[in-house]
């Protein structure tokens, strides 16, 4: 196996993305390290904020979010998971698995900021977040998700399915056509080109092909116990907990549900399903799903 490093030339002329890069340096296990990129903003000092992307995005998904959480006084960290964005990429679509993955961004979380933080967690990102809450709820001040959920076995809808199969099997997984495809305003051809940018060809590719195989959505599936155990203390959770779905996305349409029934933080909040909002709803609502942040972190204390 090789852990690819995508060349930095693929993030020339990336549009309204002007932060500087971090990194951080990923003990992946069987001897092997990776660099890990995030976005850093705001303050040192200041409370941070943690945003989660997903499947199969990056950082550059926050870039509409980070400056007014910056205004508003977070300090505002953005990690590309491993195998997506600036991150390195390791080539066999095997080698990655759910409990890898929270590993990478626990060590992560420690590294950069081991303080209570707020979260916004999307896709992919509430599978790892919402995880991380569960196994460390004190690190956690307040919780906005945002189409994502906790799966634990199951039936899987047949959206998912068919994104799995796409996923799996499609000759042609062009990631910029699929972020466009899955948000319900038009993305720009500079913007489909800067999610295709970590991707120069099929190898760098294997992350994103493997995530959808991932999710323990089916009985017996790897991680379904564990999340299992985990959903226990994740209902317990009383600090603010706040949903803001998308109405255009079919493949968590209707899961906050869960979520708001079982999160004692989840009472009482102002829970909204957003018009014109598909899965990728950073794009979409931005300005809504920041000042949701700032809300849940004000509720919280955590901000000012």
């Not at 509409?64 to 910056?70: A, C, D, F, G, S």
């Not at 116990?225 to 493949?251: C, H, M, Q, S, V």
């Amino acid at each position: 196996m090789q852990i690819l490093r995508t060349p930095a030339e693929r993030f020339a002329g990336i549009p309204d993305y002007p932060f500087a890069e971090h990194w951080f340096e990923v003990d992946l296990g069987d001897g092997l390290k990776a660099r890990q990129h995030y976005v850093d903003e705001g303050p040192r000092d200041a409370p941070p904020v943690l945003l989660f992307h997903g499947e199969p995005s990056w950082s550059f998904l926050y870039r509409k979010m980070i400056p007014p959480l910056v205004e508003a006084g977070f300090r505002v960290l953005a990690p590309d998971l491993i195998g997506f964005g600036k991150s390195d990429k390791p080539d066999d679509i095997a080698f990655y698995t759910y409990a890898r993955h929270v590993d990478w961004l626990k060590q992560w979380r420690a590294a950069v900021e081991p303080r209570p933080a707020a979260l916004f967690c999307q896709d992919w990102g509430g599978l790892l977040g919402l995880r991380m809450v569960a196994d460390d709820p004190d690190l956690f001040s307040c919780v906005v998700a945002s189409n994502t959920f906790l799966p634990a076995g199951g039936t899987p809808s047949e959206a998912f399915l068919a994104w799995r199969e796409f996923a799996r099997s499609s000759p042609d997984f062009r990631i910029g056509a699929l972020l466009d495809r899955a948000t319900a305003t038009p993305r720009s051809e500079a913007e489909i080109a800067a999610y295709d940018a970590p991707f120069p060809d099929e190898p760098s590719k294997a992350g994103a092909r493997a995530f959808p195989a991932l999710v323990p959505a089916a009985d017996g599936m790897p991680g379904v116990e564990e999340n299992k155990r985990a959903w226990p203390a994740l209902a317990a959770y009383d600090k603010p907990f706040l949903t803001l779905f998308g109405e255009d996305d079919p493949i968590t349409r209707g899961a906050e549900k869960h979520l708001i029934e079982r999160i004692a933080g989840a009472a009482g909040q102002p829970h909204q399903t957003l018009g014109t909002c598909g899965h990728f709803c950073q794009e979409d609502q931005p300005d809504v799903l920041a000042q949701g942040v700032i809300a849940m972190a004000r509720k919280a204390g955590h901000l000012g």
